[in-house]
């Protein structure tokens, strides 16, 4: 079974096909960029792996949906109906995608899933993106390889050190239990500015999306934009090793309120993400969490380099959805339980979020 998952991310939209056998049949990185102008290129992909599942681009988070139940109103929660450049493409593709033969399916955010206990969901939308999930399929499905136990036995936390943003996944039985991410992570990611300051947003008066994607370490450091690699380079010049330690400390932080929710002993914590693939990064990283926490420390180690790993953890549960090798690590994690919206838990009087909501829907229609 060719078995086919998409992560959109930050910087660019990966792509992994892979066999039953875990042989895998195609990886491919396009530029976010292009995607945002171009999402036929994506498609063309799709097209050159001819999958016989796949997991589409499920942006928020969508209920363990297939392509033929999907409806506007779903497309529109899972984009929160924005007219970003991304969003709109994402749509595009998803109706290039109802249009085509293509067994799809799309994957449910952290918030969606029945494994986080609802009190943990106030007043919360981005607890962990879809792909977030997917991640968290990968290092569940690597720590079971790595340490010879069913996916049953799971009890670990995997950050994820995205170009943009950061997250952090609590996941004890094999199942996702809590989850901090997006703008809720507390301290800056590479990028975003992570846990933001009221009395910031009040001075700038009007807060806009492209404006959370700035702030973050390379901002620090440099003023500006700058490759992962080329921050490692300079990492111990003042300006940079203080943008370090910032990060750092956010997800040292996030990791002890993970440990909190486990209320034990965890058996590891797994790193993942364009940071954790740089070499001179990821060393720094795990020296400090050494330091703080009595648990291994490692990278998720997958089962390719060739594409992310939330990419190959959509490709897993692409093949899981469709019955095939890891129908069992789907069936763990619960995911064709999720239900419901991402806006769900949000409790707000007055103006309304689902009136809100129907009117970017209005909105968004007409892009």
Not at 22 to 28: A, T
Not at 107 to 135: E, F, W, Y
Not at 278 to 288: H, K
Not at 344 to 357: E, I, R, T
């Amino acid at each position: 079974m060719r078995a086919l998952g998409i992560d959109p991310g930050t910087s660019s939209f990966d792509v992994c096909c892979m066999t039953d056998v875990d042989e895998i049949v195609l990886e491919e990185s396009i530029p976010t960029t292009l995607v945002a102008k171009q999402p036929e290129a994506l498609f063309d992909v799709v097209q050159k792996a001819a999958p016989e599942v796949m997991v589409g681009p499920s942006a928020m988070g969508v209920p363990c949906k297939h392509i033929s139940q999907i409806s506007d109103a779903d497309i529109a929660y899972a984009t929160l109906a924005k007219n970003t450049e991304v969003d709109i493409a994402i749509r595009r593709l998803i109706k290039m995608l109802q249009a085509s033969p293509y067994n799809v399916y799309f994957v449910p955010s952290v918030i969606q899933l029945p494994t986080v206990p609802t009190h943990r969901k106030t007043n919360k939308v981005d607890m962990g993106t879809a792909d977030k999930t997917c991640i968290a399929a990968l290092a569940l499905w690597d720590h079971a390889q790595e340490y010879n136990v069913p996916y049953q036995e799971g009890r670990f936390i995997v950050v994820e050190l995205g170009f943009g943003f950061n997250a952090a996944m609590a996941v004890d039985g094999g199942q996702i239990v809590d989850g901090v991410g997006g703008t809720l992570f507390p301290g800056p990611g590479f990028l975003t500015i992570g846990a933001m300051d009221l009395e910031f947003s009040h001075l700038l008066s009007r807060f806009t999306e492209e404006q959370l994607g700035l702030g973050g370490a390379s901002y620090v450091a440099s003023g500006g934009v700058m490759t992962p690699e080329a921050f490692a380079q300079k990492i111990d010049e003042t300006k940079f090793t203080l943008a370090w330690d910032s990060l750092v400390d956010g997800v040292v932080k996030a990791v002890a309120m993970e440990t909190a929710i486990l209320e034990g002993q965890v058996e590891e914590v797994l790193l993942s993400g364009r940071l954790s693939r740089v070499n001179a990064l990821y060393t720094r990283l795990r020296e400090s969490l050494e330091t703080r926490f009595n648990a291994p420390i490692r990278r998720v180690k997958g089962f390719s380099s060739g594409s992310k790993e939330a990419a190959q953890g959509a490709a897993l549960i692409a093949n899981g959805l469709g019955d095939g090798l890891y129908a069992e690590l789907v069936d763990v994690m619960r995911l064709r339980e999720a239900k419901g919206t991402v806006l769900d838990y949000l409790h707000w009087p007055n103006p309304n979020v689902k009136s809100l909501m129907a009117e970017k829907m209005a909105s968004m229609l007409l892009k």
